[in-house]
């Protein structure tokens, strides 16, 4: 077996680092032009590297699990930085470090105006760097290092226009979240070091066997159940699953770059990938699998009916990403960890491709985001057009197209599922290819077909400010949206050529890797079903007769005419009967109101368990902070002791028959303890 080289493997996040290092302390010596190329280099040696290295895992078998640097030793337990590399490390740094690049590239065009430009770059940097610390990791340590890397540079990220209220909202409420999410995922690594002895991933997978045979103390629950639980729970926070999915949608306050690097590719399947990792644990419970493929399936489908309403470009987009989460994380549940993960690979650079073309239309429109003042961009943005119709076709599942393959394979492994609540995932699969469909045909045909919308100055738009990070207001010549006669553009290839470099995986990449993927061995020694217990995987092993068989046979399927019929009503209403929407609207009121809401899940979080977790912090600062510890244990020690000292001065007369009678009342009860001690 081919053994990779640890240097190698140490300069693909050294790099990223090096360049977000430089570009945010010397970003005004090395300005602008030199801010991106050391980032976009740094970047792009990362990427040439993870390249290379996944050649070295598919065609020669190569290998890596070792210790970088050991920290410490505490109690027997060793804390260092590692890498374990195989087939899903290598797929996870490749698509990483791609889409990171492709940023990169976009962001040149895209924040141009922006004074925060070096500022930018090094935080997509450090985020590139903290999630190839994430995936590459072989122990909970550094997998926790790099989760809360990637959190933190995403909260800089949200609220990179600093100015703006509703960016601080966004990111804080994003910050937050995912507290809730990481409190689970410590327990969990919790448990498994005080019952596996070990942060190391393969020796706490050795000892599943050991933990699966013990109960949580003090419960009948299976201590691995709560473990994966916990696990999961982390895995909800950052992968945006019910109902800590709320903080997603309000990230699209950030610029549209960080978009497409957080909320596609990279962060937000985290929790896909750590699940997909600790397949050895979540084997082990039931219990767990069930819970993750009912959440999933909520996910799936509820989030996909808010997309329906959207009019925000951006937001249509981001509920779109909620949904397909929401499929990869049924896919776990029903123990297709490899699919779960093959559709995180197609869906980050289709959705990728999604947000980049959002985000030039944004452009073209002159930072008007409201898809119903758009319509008939075609002709003006072919480019962008093209791009955009193409990711829509391997989001919705066309038959050859990326997410075609990903997704078809997530519903059949669903359908063979025995676990509890694989019947209700398999219904809120299936309709979500249509709710998918519906809504991303809605917002195709909105933004480039039909009559043309735009160019009229009085309309409220909603809008990026690029350029405001250091004004309190837009300036009054910063204005957003076309003026009256004004036309769009085409955006500059630094925009255009990472969408044509996001199309080409985006049409052909799951054509490609299916086989070995799904149903070769590239996942052999990284992912562990149990086989016996749950069967999905076999059974489509036995049903799968290649790529192009599957495309064909999709046509008899009723996924492919539930797709078909999404677009189809979608034309139908936006472009044929647009009168037909408002009167449904009209009509059904109440339920608009709820999706508009969001199922008021802000509302719940912010007048029931913001003001619980308000209260609760009260009562521990006034009962546990300034009762307890500040009362008894620290002003209380102190009046103790300033107690005995005004005691003990009585004794501090200056009189010598004071200071004799003492000496023998001392003498008196030592000789009283002597006798009692030893007679």
């Given amino acids: ?45 990362a990427f040439i590297i993870s390249a290379m290295v996944l050649k070295a895992v598919a065609v020669d078998g190569a290998r890596f699990n070792e210790t970088v640097y050991e920290w410490m030793v505490v109690g027997g337990i060793k804390m260092e930085v590692g890498f374990l590399v195989d087939g899903l490390t290598a797929m996870m740094m490749c698509v990483v470090t791609f889409v990171s690049l492709m940023v990169h590239i976009y962001t040149i065009g895209y924040m141009e105006e922006d004074p ?33 890397a990637v959190g933190l540079v995403s909260y800089l990220l949200i ?48 000892k599943g066997g050991e933990l699966a045979k013990l109960n949580f103390p003090g419960t009948e629950w299976m201590l691995i159940t709560v473990t994966c639980i916990c696990l999961f729970i982390g895995a909800m926070g950052k ?15 950030g610029p549209t770059p960080i978009s497409a690097l957080i909320h596609a590719a990279t962060m937000v399947t985290a929790g896909i990938f750590m699940v997909a990792r600790m397949s050895p644990l979540f084997e082990l419970s039931d219990t767990a699998l069930s819970f ?27 509920y779109s990403t909620l949904s397909q989460l929401g499929y990869m994380t049924v896919a776990l549940g029903a123990s297709a960890y490899s699919v779960a993960v093959f559709h995180l690979m197609t869906h980050a650079f289709f959705k990728a491709l999604l947000f980049l073309a959002a985000g030039s239309v944004i452009i073209g429109m002159h930072h008007d985001q409201d898809i119903r003042n758009m319509g008939g961009l075609r002709k003006y943005m072919p480019i962008t057009w093209i791009t955009s119709l193409l990711g829509s076709l391997a989001l919705i599942g066309t038959p050859l ?103 080409v995986p985006s049409v052909v990449i799951g054509f490609m890797t299916i086989q070995p993927m799904l149903f070769g061995e590239f996942f052999k020694d990284a992912i562990f079903v149990d086989a016996a217990r749950h069967p999905a995987m076999a059974e489509l092993a036995g049903h799968f007769h290649g790529a192009v068989a599957m495309a064909l046979h999709a046509f008899t399927t009723p996924v492919f005419w ?25 009509r059904f009121g109440f339920v608009y109101r709820i999706l508009e809401n969001k199922y008021y899940m802000d509302w719940i979080n912010e007048h029931i368990f913001a003001p619980a977790a308000r209260g609760l912090g009260r009562g521990l600062w006034k009962g546990g ?20 000292a005004s005691v003990v001065r009585l004794f501090q007369s200056g009189y010598i028959y004071h200071y004799a009678l003492v000496m023998i009342v001392g003498v008196l009860a030592l000789m009283s303890w002597f006798v009692w001690q030893y007679k």
């Fill in 625 to 644: 902070d300034v009762a307890v510890i500040d009362g008894v244990l620290i002003n209380g020690s102190a009046r103790v002791v300033g107690w005995v």
């Fill in 159 to 206: 609220g990179f226009w600093f100015k703006r209220p509703t960016a601080i909202f966004a990111n804080m409420k994003a910050f937050l979240v995912n507290r809730v999410g990481d409190f689970g995922f410590i327990l969990g690594i919790g448990l498994i070091v005080a019952y596996a002895g070990t942060l190391n991933y393969g020796e706490a997978f050795a």
């Fill in 1 to 45: 077996m081919t053994q990779l080289s640890q240097n190698l493997l140490v300069a693909v996040p050294a790099a990223p680092l090096v360049g977000a290092i430089v570009a945010g302390l010397f970003g005004k010596a090395v300005g602008r032009r030199g801010a991106h190329a050391i980032t976009i280099l740094g970047v792009l040696v």
């Fill in 292 to 318: 993750i493929l009912v959440i999933g399936a909520i996910t799936a489908l509820f989030m996909g009916f808010l997309g329906i309403i959207q009019n925000d470009i951006k937001r249509v987009v981001a």
């Fill in 116 to 148: 925060g430009y070096q500022r930018f770059f090094s935080y997509i940097s450090l985020f590139t760097f903290s999630m190839l610390m994430l995936v590459m990791s072989n122990n909970f340590l550094q997998l926790f290092f790099g989760w809360e």
């Fill in 401 to 503: 197209f990326a997410g075609f393959y990903s997704k078809d394979m997530i519903i059949e492994a669903v359908h063979a599922s025995e676990l509890a609540g694989s019947g209700f995932a398999y219904f809120a699969v299936m309709a979500g290819v249509f709710v998918t469909a519906f809504y991303s045909f809605r917002m195709y045909f909105l933004v480039f077909h039909g009559k043309e919308r735009f160019g009229h100055a009085a309309d409220d738009h909603h809008h990026d400010h690029h350029g405001d990070a250091d004004d309190e207001e837009p300036s009054a010549d910063h204005h957003h949206g076309l003026a009256p006669g004004e036309k769009p553009h085409e955006s500059p290839w630094v925009v255009t050529a990472p969408l044509l470099l996001l199309a």
């Fill in 239 to 253: 992968s945006a699953q019910f109902p800590l999915h709320v903080w997603l949608p309000d990230s699209m306050e």
């Fill in 562 to 586: 539930l797709a078909l019929a999404g677009v189809a009503l979608s034309y139908f209403f936006y472009m044929v009967k647009p009168e037909i929407p408002a009167a449904i609207k009209a």
